[in-house]
């Protein structure tokens, strides 16, 4: 494979490889450092947005626990966690870790589609 820069730039490179799902780093000084740094900051950027919805859903994860189980641990609890609205409740506590707004399940779904050059 033979690189053109008349047939095309770097930067439409970018965009084709975004476009199958996955990031194109360049470098802005054509170094290797400055890639290898650019790689570094967007590990830590990843990491941080994994960090936060992983505290999130542990956040939202403790009542749904206390709701659910309680009952079993303290007997005498259990009438009144039995409330009507129970699994509504429990419901909202958990459904935000997977809603693809923040980029739980759904999201991670959604990018792993397969390669075939087709959108779905």
Do not use: C, I, N
């Not at 960090?51 to 956040?59: E, G, H, S």
């Not at 870790?97 to 959604?110: H, I, K, M, V, Y």
């Amino acid at each position: 494979m033979k690189y053109h820069p008349t047939a095309t730039s770097p930067e439409a490179l970018r965009d084709a490889v975004r476009g199958q799902g996955y990031d194109l780093l360049l470098s802005e000084k054509g170094g290797a450092d400055d890639v290898e740094d650019a790689a570094e900051r967007a590990q830590e950027d990843e990491y941080r947005r994994v960090r936060a919805r992983f505290v999130v859903a542990a956040v939202l994860t403790l009542p749904v626990v206390a709701l659910a189980m309680a009952g079993h641990v303290v007997p005498s609890l259990e009438a009144t966690l039995a409330f009507p609205a129970r699994p509504w409740v429990e419901l909202l506590l958990t459904a935000p870790p997977f809603s693809s707004g923040a980029g739980g399940t759904l999201s991670s779904a959604r990018t792993a589609r397969p390669a075939t050059g087709r959108r779905t």
